[in-house]
């Protein structure tokens, strides 16, 4: 049981350029959802889905896209990267959508963008 | 202490000792909450939580208090050991769902964290 899974670890990519976080989780968890991380700012809502075939948009949803096929990925776009999506970016699980329940994270990915 | 939404504090403790790390809330509709530690280059990792209609909860070494008259959670730490080091965040889930894309709907607000610094 790995929990939840995030590749890569590190990327750098350039303005414009475009590209897929990918997120995993193998705990039959019905809710995902992708964080970023900013220094001073906290922990931002980016996109989540309370099942397969439901996404939503979070606090942050500008220049991300999002779809979930399946219980067990999420995968986040950035469709044109701008250097404001430098950041730290984390995929969460949990059971489903009720909101009392613990939210289980992967160990991010360290975006660049120049 | 920490607030969800202030500036990121320290705390500096000695090995062995107790440890407590503060966090208001500012939505009174919240009835669940989380702690989280995360340490350098990791995710963060959850550590204990509580529902609104307790006042304490335990864990290993660690008890979470709410205060919901002042809006106020904290979180202790026993016997705190090097090991502990990392950033501690609060998190809250804003009440109940409003529905079907409601905007408290699973969301949770997280504070900035606080940092803890535990010495040998």
């Known amino acids: 049981n790995a929990g939840v899974t995030q590749t890569p670890k590190f990327q750098v990519l350039k303005t414009g350029q475009s590209m897929t976080l990918q997120c995993a989780q193998d705990?039959?968890?019905?809710?995902m959802s992708w964080y970023r991380q900013d220094p001073g700012m906290g922990l931002r809502l980016i996109h989540y889905s309370v099942g397969a075939g439901i996404t939503d948009q979070g606090e942050v949803p500008n220049g991300y896209n999002v779809s979930r096929s399946t219980t067990e990925d999420f995968p986040l776009r950035l469709l044109s990267a701008a250097p404001s999506q430098t950041s730290v970016y984390f995929c969460?699980?949990?059971?489903?959508?009720?909101?009392?329940?613990?939210?289980?994270f992967g160990d991010g990915t360290r975006l660049s963008i120049l | 202490g920490e607030s969800v939404g202030l500036h990121l504090p320290t705390l500096s403790v000695q090995e062995g000792d107790n440890s407590i790390i503060n966090c208001a809330y500012s939505n009174s509709a919240s009835d669940y909450f989380i702690w989280y530690k995360q340490e350098s280059g990791k995710g963060p990792q959850f550590i204990i939580d509580?529902?609104?209609?307790?006042d304490k909860r335990q864990g290993q070494r660690v008890t979470v208090l709410l205060n919901k008259t002042v809006k106020h959670l904290s979180l202790q730490i026993a016997a705190t050991q090097p090991g502990d080091s990392a950033v501690y965040f609060c998190a809250e889930n804003g009440g109940p769902p409003t529905g079907a894309g409601g905007t408290s709907y699973g969301k949770l607000t997280f504070g900035q964290g606080t940092i803890l610094t535990v010495h040998p």
């Open positions: 705990m039959n968890h019905e809710y």
């Open positions: 509580i529902r609104s209609n307790m």
């Open positions: 969460a699980s949990r059971v489903s959508g009720i909101s009392n329940q613990p939210q289980h």
